[in-house]
């Protein structure tokens, strides 16, 4: 009897050196702050780096960073598991494969204050009808950024980037939904055609093409345009943007045949260890001050009416930014192709090792 009573106060010593050690069971103001984190991965210069900083310190949440450069290399990483992402930025039509795929959780975006600052437009989207799955991070087009110095001509068409004049001077993105996409535009076809025939025809196109291309770039493109390396590229438009606020001489076109208007969202994962952190995230996120910093910093057009009235006049007019609707009625977002996909892995293989 008496030998077990010393082995409990034994016991009782030892979880109250636990609880000390850990700080009281983890409350979320006490000295349990380090122990709070969050994983995330988003696209590559996606963010003010002060932002992340400004939400450790406030939260006190540890956020793991992540980054990716296009939404496939996302998905692979993703669906390969072992990841262990909580939160990731991609874009509408993955958000629709990764609710299909049921890679995604719901949220429940009522209990996120800043939720309803986000614009109309930006709501019941066809990749989240319900406003269910995510929340709406930055927005954009995809065009030309063109080198006013090196292409004297007007820019309103995509034929431009055939043009034999700018042979090796001509960055093409390394994304295929993006790269196929603008050259089924130029085609005058949609840019989610499942048609074997539209897309034999794109592929021709971007082979035809390849020896006009100086390099397939992603996020390197913005060091490059600055630098005056090319005289265009195709880009996502807050590079532009970004590129634009770095050289005068750098213009942005939308092709009058049209383009790829698209909605990058933050989304949690499945079974996400850290969801209420993954919450704040997004909170931060939306915060007014917290999503004008982000977008002065990267360029980017922000969901948030509020936010986009307060940025300069030159931001709010130029239409890498916001631009006006006459020029996206042409505009598609791009779908889930579900069965189709393999058609476009097809041609994209065929343009990349192409000679
Ligand atoms: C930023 C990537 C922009 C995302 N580097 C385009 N949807």
Redesign the pocket.
């Known amino acids: 009897m008496k030998k077990r009573a010393v082995f409990c106060s034994l016991i009782a010593m030892l979880l109250l050196t636990a609880l000390l050690v850990t700080g009281c069971g983890g409350s979320k103001d006490g000295g349990d702050k380090g122990k709070r984190q969050l994983k995330v991965y988003n ?4 963010i003010d780096p002060d932002v992340l900083t400004s939400f450790e310190k406030e939260t006190g949440i540890h956020v793991i960073y992540d980054t990716f450069a296009t939404n496939e290399d996302m998905y692979v990483k993703i669906k390969a598991g072992g990841s262990d992402y909580d939160l990731a930025i991609p ?1 509408d039509y993955m958000i629709s494969r990764m609710i299909r795929e049921k890679l995604i959780e719901k949220i429940d975006t009522a209990r996120l204050k800043n939720y309803k600052l986000v614009g109309d437009r930006f709501r019941g989207v066809s990749f989240d009808p319900m406003d269910e799955y995510s929340v709406p991070f930055m927005w ?1 087009t995809v065009g030309i950024a063109y080198n006013t110095k090196m292409v004297k001509e007007q820019v309103d068409s995509w034929s431009i980037l055939w043009d034999k004049k700018y042979a090796k001077q001509i960055f093409m993105l390394d994304s295929p939904r993006d790269s196929i996409g603008i050259t089924l535009k130029y085609l005058g076809y949609s840019l989610n055609t499942g048609s074997e025939k539209e897309l034999a025809e794109a592929g021709k196109k971007l082979l035809e093409q390849k020896p006009l291309v100086l390099a397939y770039v992603v ?1 390197e493109v913005k060091d490059k345009m600055i630098a005056g390396e090319g005289a265009m590229a195709v880009v ?1 438009s ?2 532009a943007q970004f590129i634009m606020e770095k050289n005068k001489d750098i213009a942005y076109a939308i092709p009058k045949e049209g383009t790829n208007i ?1 909605i ?1 969202s933050m989304v949690i994962m499945k079974g996400a260890k850290n969801k209420a952190e993954a919450m704040e995230f997004i909170d931060y996120m939306t915060r007014p001050d917290i999503a004008r910093k982000n977008v002065e910093y990267i360029g ?1 057009a922000t969901p948030i009416p509020e936010v986009q009235g307060k940025l300069s006049k030159e931001v709010q007019e130029s239409l890498a930014a916001y631009p006006p609707a006459e020029l996206l009625k042409n505009a598609e977002f791009f779908n889930d192709l579900t069965d189709n996909l393999p058609k476009y892995d097809k041609v994209w293989t065929e343009v990349k090792i192409a000679q």
């Open positions: 696209w590559g210069d996606y874009s954009g996020d996502w807050g590079d698209w990058d980017y």
